[in-house]
C-alpha cells in the first residue's frame, strides 16, 4: 500500500481512526500497527514501498502505516510520540533529537549521495565541478535560479550547510523556496529551468519526466546518509523492534542493496552493516555483493 502524504494533524487523526474503529485496524490488533515517519525521499524513489511490501512478506502479522513528511517534520512527529520509528537523514538534527532523549537508539541504516542538477544550458558553468561549495558560489555569482526545498528537510539542512561552507546566506530573485518535497521540488526546477539540489535516487526515478541534467557529484560533502530511530515514546515499541530488526537484518539489507542502480551503474541506496565504521564513500561505483553485506564488520 503506498504512502500517504499528510500533516502531522492528519496523520495524527489517521493514526487514532486506523487505531480506534478503522477499517481495516481494530483496536484489539493495534500492537500489530507500526507507525513509520519516513522521509519525503524514501518515497519518491520508490523504496519505501519496496521495502514495506518486502517487510509484510517476512511478517504478515503486521501493518506499516508509513507518514510520510520532509525529516524535520518527522523528527517533530517523533517527539510527541506519533511514530514509531524514525527513517530520515539529517544528521545534525537527529543528533539533536537523540540528546535531547526523544530516540531510544539511532541506527545507521543506508547512505546514497546528492547530486547537483540544473539545466542542459547550465547558464552558470557548474557542468563537472568537482566541489559542490565551487557550484553553489558560481550558481549565486551567475544569478542562476536555484530552486531550494525550505522545508526543514534533510535535503534542505543539508542545501544550507553547503551554502554555509561556502561563506553565503542566498537571497534574491533567482533563489526560490518550494516549501515542498523532493519530487515536487525536482518538477518545479525543471519548469522554471533552475539548479536543485537532489538525492540520487529520487532523481534517477523521475529523470524520465525531466529537462534537468546531473551536473555535480561525487563531492564527498555530498554523501546522504540514512539512520533508523527506534522513538522514545514509541505507543507500540515492542512492534518498532520487529520493524528495526528486520530492516537491519541481512534480508533487509539485501532489500535495499538491490532496488536498482543509476544510468552509470552507481547503486540508489547502499545498505550499511551494522557498526560499520564512519565516514563512508560519497558513491559506490559498482554493484554492492551479497557476500559484502551478509558480513559483519
Not at 151 to 172: I, K, N, V, Y
Request: with cysteine.
Amino acid at each position: 500500500m503506498g504512502a500517504a502524504r499528510l500533516s502531522p494533524v492528519s496523520a495524527l487523526a489517521l493514526g487514532l481512526a486506523l487505531l480506534c474503529g478503522g477499517a481495516s485496524i481494530g483496536c484489539a490488533d493495534r500492537s500489530n500497527l507500526i507507525v513509520l515517519g519516513a522521509t519525503t525521499s524514501t518515497y519518491d524513489s520508490g523504496l519505501l514501498d519496496s521495502l514495506i511490501a518486502r517487510f509484510k512478506l517476512a511478517h504478515p502479522g503486521y501493518t506499516v502505516r508509513p507518514i510520510v513528511v520532509g525529516s524535520g517534520q518527522a523528527l517533530e512527529l517523533g517527539r510527541r510520540g506519533d511514530v514509531d520509528v524514525l527513517l530520515v537523514h539529517a544528521p545534525q538534527a537527529e543528533e539533536r533529537f537523540m540528546a535531547a532523549g526523544d530516540g531510544v537508539d539511532r541506527v545507521p541504516l543506508m547512505y546514497n549521495d546528492f547530486v547537483l542538477v540544473g539545466p542542459p544550458e547550465d547558464p552558470a558553468g557548474v557542468r563537472g565541478v568537482r566541489e559542490a561549495t565551487s557550484a553553489l558560489s558560481a550558481i549565486a555569482a551567475s544569478k542562476a535560479d536555484f530552486v531550494s526545498r525550505g522545508d526543514d528537510s534533510g535535503t534542505h539542512e543539508r542545501e544550507l550547510e553547503l551554502w554555509d561552507a561556502a561563506g553565503m546566506s542566498p537571497s534574491g530573485d533567482w533563489y526560490l523556496e518550494s516549501g515542498q518535497g523532493q519530487g515536487t521540488s525536482l518538477q518545479l526546477s525543471d519548469e522554471r529551468g533552475a539548479y536543485t539540489l537532489v538525492d540520487r535516487a529520487t532523481f534517477t526515478f523521475l529523470r524520465r519526466l525531466l529537462r534537468l541534467e546531473s551536473l555535480v557529484q561525487g563531492d564527498p560533502a555530498l554523501v546522504n546518509l540514512y539512520s533508523l530511530i527506534r522513538v522514545s515514546r514509541a505507543a507500540q515499541p515492542s512492534s518498532a523492534d520487529v520493524l528495526v530488526d528486520w530492516l537491519t537484518s541481512v534480508e533487509g539489507r539485501l532489500a535495499i542493496a538491490s532496488f536498482g542502480s543509476d544510468p552509470e551503474g552507481i547503486p540508489l541506496f547502499i545498505p550499511l552493516v551494522v557498526g560499520q565504521t564512519l565516514p563512508i564513500p560519497a558513491v559506490v561505483s559498482e554493484p554492492v555483493a551479497p557476500e559484502s553485506i551478509a558480513g559483519e564488520p
